[in-house]
């Protein structure tokens, strides 16, 4: 079993920036993915990005240019910073590794409010 250890998040004004962090620790062998998805109230849970081991990146078209996902495949952690924040952006964001078929973080919520 994989365990996701989230940090980051918090609330910040529009135009903003914040990063959020991922480790994941327990039953690891390699990991093929890794990225943050996220959910506002009475939405359904988005990818935001996700990068492979290979380093290929997938990004959510709300996001691209504005937030960046990277990754340290020692120390099986991924980053997103976000840049230019937006009051749409506000929602809990969660780490996941392997897809939606995979593990999932407790989440972490960011707030984007004035």
């Known amino acids: 079993q994989v365990q996701l250890e989230e940090s980051g998040g918090g609330l910040v004004q529009p135009g903003g920036s914040l990063s959020l962090s991922c480790e994941a620790s327990?039953?690891?062998?390699?990991?093929?993915?890794m990225g943050w998805y996220r959910q506002a109230p009475g939405n359904q849970r988005e990818l935001v990005a996700d990068m492979t081991r290979g380093g290929r990146t997938t990004y959510a078209d709300s996001v691209k240019g504005r937030f960046t996902i990277s990754r340290d495949i020692v120390k099986n952690t991924v980053y997103l910073q976000m840049n230019s924040l937006k009051p749409e952006d506000t929602a809990v964001y969660y780490c996941n590794v392997e897809g939606r078929s995979g593990s999932w973080g407790q989440g972490t919520q960011v707030t984007v409010s004035s």
């Open positions: 327990g039953s690891i062998v390699r990991i093929y993915i």
